[in-house]
């Protein structure tokens, strides 16, 4: 149920990332340590990813699982690690636990997350935590494009937006995190 609740909240958000990027849109939750996308609006163009509502991911192979895990403990990010072996999904794909700690602190220091075809070869993916008032990660929004779309010059103004709206719709479920 806070799921739903939270989609209602995140659609408006959503669509403003839509409309700044003209890249696709998607909300994913932890659930069971698996990274689960809830809602996405998708982009206005012929090219469409392969994400659907209720999608379950190893969370350390996706953008948006990443950034659901992000600010979790060691012990817990080892316990999501055991559940879903840091196997390879794509030749790029994450596959030690002391990488993926590595990875974990970049996105806590840039404010967002990066699937470099990690998940999907020909695919890349931005997302950024949304924080509860409580201040915990309580889900991720992000966007999914092709490598071309979301090429190295476009990359860090995608991330830009995904991470200030993240922090807009955390600061309407009642954060005070600015950053």
């Given at each position: ?168 719709l955390s600061a309407q479920l009642g954060s005070r995190r600015n950053r």
């Amino acid at each position: 149920m806070q799921g739903m609740a939270l989609r209602e909240v995140a659609i408006p958000h959503l669509r403003q990332i839509v409309e700044a990027t003209r890249l696709g849109a998607h909300l994913a939750i932890l659930d069971h340590c698996d990274a689960v996308y809830v809602e996405r609006i998708e982009s206005p163009g012929f090219i469409k990813m392969d994400i659907w509502n209720g999608r379950r991911v190893a969370p350390q192979a996706t953008a948006v699982g990443k950034a659901l895990i992000c600010c979790l403990e060691r012990q817990e990010v080892q316990e999501i690690a055991a559940l879903h072996p840091l196997s390879p999904v794509s030749p790029k794909t994450i596959v030690t636990l002391p990488r993926l700690l590595e990875e974990l602190a970049a996105i806590r220091r840039r404010g967002y997350a990066i699937d470099d075809e990690e998940h999907a070869v020909g695919v890349r993916c931005v997302a950024a935590p949304v924080f509860a008032a409580s201040g915990e990660v309580v889900a991720a929004i992000g966007v999914s494009a092709t490598v071309s779309q979301l090429n190295d010059d476009y990359l860090p103004s995608v991330g830009s937006i995904v991470r200030a709206t993240a922090l807009k719709l955390s600061a309407q479920l009642g954060s005070r995190r600015n950053r």
